[in-house]
């Protein structure tokens, strides 16, 4: 294996991925309540964030009003 193998590896490994920089962004522009329900409303299938908040549905995405 090359070097430029393994230091490409290594930034893929340690790189957080998109669930974990949206649960982390969404807790520190809206609190941890807000954290905690983003973090695991993708778990859920069956309700979007936004529905799980308490607001109506948008399609199983998140809407300007709820950002």
Sequence with gaps: MSIEFLITAFIIVVSPGTGAVYTVGTGLAR??????????A??????APCEALG????????????S
């Design 55 to 66: 607001h109506p549905p948008h399609a199983g995405i998140l809407c300007v009003a709820c």
């Design 31 to 40: 609190g941890f309540r807000v954290s905690v329900v983003a973090a695991f």
């Design 42 to 47: 993708p778990l859920t299938r069956d309700i």
